[in-house]
């Protein structure tokens, strides 16, 4: 059973960086083609992608955040860390972890709702 | 960066209708393409993958089909578990969703 879990803080100021945590189970980053990547979701609103990391340790980053992302990844503790610096309140949104197969974005965490506010 | 563009964005059905969403690529994708349902305050789960392939334990009611750059997700006699939004999502060049279509009850 794979399973996937988002932590990290549920408020940030305005310019603070902002660490989250995916902590997965069930599935290992060294199989080949599998990534972990990290969604967002303002309140209401569409999808986006933010960044992806994979078995090979290649990462994709959304071009129009990219210089504000950094993503990482520790295999021995099946855990994935997305970085994002000078957080906005136009930045509140959920977040969630998903596990990469191929592309598609095969399982997902529960989401953890962040909110930039001074 | 690929553009998806959904529509409708609203969609006022009936238990028993059969539904149809398109979802369009500003350029080919070849069928480098998923579909994901979302429930209110709930994470999206993956319905369809490569276009048309159905993920283990979804209904056989949901199918997708489409290649290139015009796509489409038909969910076949809707089912009252079935209200939601949905989301496409192109995968050829990194990653980006459609604004995503709500099947609401009429």
């Known amino acids: 059973q794979i399973t996937l879990k988002e932590s990290g803080p549920t408020l940030v100021k305005p310019t603070q960086t902002l660490t989250l945590t995916c902590t997965f189970s069930g599935v290992s980053l060294r199989t080949s083609e599998v990534g972990v990547g990290w969604i967002r979701q303002p309140p209401g609103k569409a999808l986006e992608c933010l960044a992806l990391?994979?078995?090979?340790?290649?990462?994709l980053y959304s071009p129009s955040l990219k210089h504000r992302l950094t993503i990482t990844q520790d295999t021995s503790k099946n855990q994935v860390v997305l970085t994002m610096t000078n957080m906005d309140p136009v930045d509140t949104a959920t977040y969630y972890c998903v596990i990469v197969d191929s592309g598609w974005y095969a399982f997902w965490g529960q989401g953890t709702l962040v909110s930039v506010s001074s | 960066d690929i553009q998806m563009t959904q529509s409708p964005s609203t969609l006022s059905a009936s238990v028993g209708d059969r539904v149809t969403i398109t979802c369009r690529a500003s350029q080919s994708i070849n069928n480098w393409l998923a579909w994901y349902q979302q429930k209110p305050g709930k994470a999206p789960k993956l319905l369809i993958y490569?276009?048309?392939s159905l993920k283990s334990g979804v209904p056989s009611r949901f199918s997708g089909s489409g290649s290139g750059a015009e796509f489409t997700l038909t969910i076949n006699s809707l089912q009252p578990d079935d209200f939601a939004t949905y989301y496409c999502q192109q995968y050829n060049s990194y990653s980006t969703f459609g604004q995503g279509t709500k099947v609401d009850i009429k």
């Open positions: 490569r276009a048309s």
């Open positions: 990391i994979y078995w090979d340790d290649d990462k």
